[in-house]
């Protein structure tokens, strides 16, 4: 089945150590999305590639990079981890505009 | 600033009775407008969406009505089922500026048995 594959689903990492979390798809999308969710608020979109241009989000941290090597594959590094960064990440992907496919997530935890 | 606003965090319904979930929105260059089932531990699935053409969309038990002069949407769940308890996303999008999607905070809904 077509899908978006999110790796590791639990990551645990320390203060201030670097983590790189993964997104993969099989769905040929142009479009991959990082969001970051905290418990009881919104899903909210860190940045996202078209093809292999990359749109930051103007109130994202610089603490958080992205790498899309190619059409199918997807990163999320965060460079120094705080532990306001504890939370659930999201990989989505779309076509163009319109329904976006969600991954099952990474819960990190940062100790 | 909130543009997709669900401002009810949880609702709780009798199995075999209508669920309400209410979302509203500020933003009016919203066109397209779709409601996402998130369970515990994974991620959101896509549930039904409506374009802003339109002001009713149905897909089984599930029926979006849009009103875009109350900039507001609702999505009905009838008849409720167990199945259904999970977290909701409204989330809108403005199509001709780009494929990004504003989430609201979504609402928990409990269907008793």
């Known amino acids: 089945d077509a899908m978006v594959i999110q790796n590791p689903r639990y990551q645990v990492t320390q203060f201030g150590k670097p983590v790189t979390l993964s997104c993969s798809q099989t769905?040929?999308?142009?479009?991959m999305y990082w969001y970051q969710q905290k418990s009881s608020q919104a899903p909210k979109l860190l940045f996202h590639y078209y093809d292999k241009d990359f749109n930051n989000e103007a109130d994202t941290p610089d603490n958080f990079q992205s790498r899309r090597p190619n059409t199918s594959f997807c990163f999320l590094d965060i460079r120094s981890p705080g532990l306001g960064d504890a939370a659930m990440y999201l990989c989505?992907?779309?076509?163009?505009?319109?329904?976006?496919?969600f991954g099952p997530g990474t819960r990190l935890t940062v100790l | 600033d909130q543009q997709v606003k669900q401002n009810s965090p949880s609702l709780s319904v009798q199995e075999g009775r209508i669920s309400i979930l209410n979302c509203d929105y500020t933003n009016s260059m919203f066109d397209y407008f779709l409601w996402y089932k998130k369970y515990p531990a994974e991620g959101p699935t896509f549930l039904i969406s409506?374009?802003?053409?339109?002001d009713k969309n149905e897909d089984g038990r599930f029926t979006v009505f849009l009103n875009k002069s109350a900039k507001h949407l609702s999505l009905h769940i009838v008849p409720s089922q167990p199945g259904d308890s999970a977290v909701y996303f409204c989330?809108?999008?403005?199509?001709?500026?780009?494929?990004?999607?504003?989430f609201g905070k979504g609402i928990t809904l409990s269907v008793r048995p």
């Open positions: 769905l040929n999308h142009n479009v």
């Open positions: 409506i374009s802003s053409i339109k």
């Open positions: 989505a992907t779309s076509r163009v505009a319109g329904r976006q496919f």
């Open positions: 989330a809108a999008s403005d199509t001709g500026a780009n494929s990004k999607l504003t």
